[in-house]
Each structure stands twice: as C-alpha cells, then as structure tokens.
C-alpha cells in the first residue's frame, strides 16, 4: 500500500467500515510511515475538533417561535 | 405523568389526554402520540416545548444564520403535525422530529442562493512532510482559565472554518459527524450515491485539517 492508497481509505479506516484485510494493510503501512502516522493523528483530531465545536447544551426555543409554531397549527397550517 | 422539567415563565399544564397517566420514558412518549393522535392541543404544546430546542441546534448547526433556523424549526413541526398519523410506533419521536428537521434544513439550503465558495482542491491537504504535521494544536496545557478561552476561541475558530468548506461538503461534515447519520443515510436525504457520500466526508475533512492548520 502506498501513501496515497492510504488517504483514499482513510476515512473508510476512521470510520470502521474497512474490510478486515484491507485495515490490516493500512495498518502495516502506518507501521512503516511516520508521516502517515502523524497524518492519521491529524485527521482524527479533526473530526473530534468538530464534535467539540459543536457540544454544547440544546438552546431553548424563543417563546414567539413557540406561539408562532402554535399559532400557525390552530390557523391550519398543520391540516 | 412526569414532565421533563423546562425553564418555563408559567406552569406546563399536564395534557389532558395523557393527565390520567403515570408512565414516564417510552410509555409516556406512547401517551403523548396518543393525545397529538387524538389533536390534543395540550399535547401539541408540550412536543414544540420538549422538542424544540434540540431541533432548533439542528437547524443552526445545517443553516448560516438564525432567522433561517427559526423558519426551518416551525417548518419541520408543521410538517410533524401534518404527518403526525402517520408516524410509525415503536419508533422513537425524538428520532422522526430529528430527521424531518434536518430534511427541512436541506431543503432550505437547495433553495438558497449560491454563494461564492472556496474550491475545495485548494484547501485539500496534501501528503507531504511539511503538511503531515498540519492538525489543530493544542498540545500544551497553559493554565485552566486560559484554557477554557482556548477551547471557546477554538470553537468558534472551528466553526468558522467549517463555514468556509463548500456547501455540499460542509453539509455532509454535519450530516455525519454531528447529526450521527449513517452513509446511507446521508445519500439517501442528499440524493446521491453512499460513495459521493464517503468522497465529500473525506474531502470535507481533508480540507478542514488544512484550514485549522492555516488558523493554529
């Protein structure tokens, strides 16, 4: 497996939905690759950054949404 | 029956359909069916206020401003209501408002105009010694307080970032990574093949790498 095979798989690999064989050969490249390594580490605290970014607690829906919401269904808008 | 509690002004006023009842967890979810079912508007009330704000988070994480995720919100509860006789049982309603929500989000991106977009070939991370370095770094550990500005700097510097990625990548970021869907999923709301699907994940997270590099 070259560098580049393994950028094309990588998100298959990060995600779990590599074959058992072909995760094993990207496996044994990483052993191999350094650069690979530390692109692989990189990728992945990518992914995390967004899951990060992003948790945090549901806001509360403004009341005159919720009145609008409410409002529109007994208008008919929900018939 | 319990009701989750909520910051509410007034009182929540137990639905009349579901009064009667004990049952807290699926059986009170059964019960509320029943009672948005029966055109309880009681019932109506208590799904907008239980549900509305974690459909609101999705909204504002698909849409680029505000005011868009309102309208996309009541969009998806009318189209809830609507649909309401037809939902399935044994299915979670949480689930069902949450993919009606993100199909409202989706629809509203298609029918926005164009922006100008970065294209994605130029923020791709390229496999070279120089960028195998390339990640967000935080590797030092500076003290607490100024680590918790760090983390809300970077967040926002994150979503910043994922605002800069091409709309159909950007959107299959979120779809995957945030909103928990599957490939599948995903091409099936999209319209395309599960393969387009893993390209633009993987090019979208190519490209944020690169950019988060560019701002660490």
Redesign the interface.
């Known amino acids: 497996m070259t ?2 095979d393994l ?2 798989l ?3 690999y990060v ?1 779990g ?1 590599l074959s058992a064989q072909r995760a094993r050969a990207l496996e044994r490249h990483l052993e191999d690759c ?3 390594r ?2 692989l ?3 992945r ?3 995390q ?6 948790a945090e607690p ?6 005159e ?2 009145r ?3 409002d ?3 208008r008919g ?3 | 029956m319990y009701v989750e509690p909520m910051q509410l002004k007034t009182p929540m006023p137990i639905p009349s359909a579901t009064r009667s009842r004990g049952s807290s967890g699926p059986g009170d979810e059964e019960a509320l069916l029943e009672g948005l079912q029966a055109q309880d508007e009681a019932c109506y009330e208590l799904l907008v206020r239980r549900y509305g704000g974690r459909m609101l988070a999705v909204a504002q994480r698909l849409c680029r401003n505000d005011d868009e995720a309102r309208d996309v919100v009541q969009e998806a509860f009318l189209s809830a209501f609507k649909g309401i006789h037809r939902f399935r049982r044994g299915a979670r309603l949480g689930t069902w408002l949450h993919r009606i929500t993100v199909n409202a989000a989706l629809m509203r991106l298609r029918r926005a105009s164009s922006h100008p977009e970065v294209q994605i070939d130029d923020l791709l991370l390229h496999l070279d010694r120089s960028s195998a370095h390339a990640g967000v770094g935080l590797a030092a550990r500076p003290p607490s307080a100024e680590r918790r500005l760090l983390r809300r700097e970077t967040h926002r510097m994150v979503r910043a970032s994922i605002d800069r990625l091409p709309a159909t990548c950007r959107t299959v970021l979120l779809l995957r990574e945030i909103e928990e869907l599957s490939t599948s999923e995903v091409a099936e709301m999209l319209g395309v093949t599960p393969n387009a699907v893993k390209i633009r994940l993987h090019r979208a997270r190519q490209a944020l790498a690169r950019v988060l590099s560019e701002n660490a």
């Not at chain 1, 950054?49 to 992003?54: E, K």
């Not at chain 1, 549901?58 to 009341?63: A, R, T, V, W």
Request: aromatic share 6%.
């Open positions: 560098c580049r950028i094309e990588l998100a298959e995600d939905e350094d650069s690979c530390r692109y580490v990189a990728y605290e990518t992914g950054a967004v899951r990060d970014a992003f549901d806001p509360q829906l403004p009341e949404v919720v609008a919401i409410l529109a269904r007994k808008g929900a018939k």
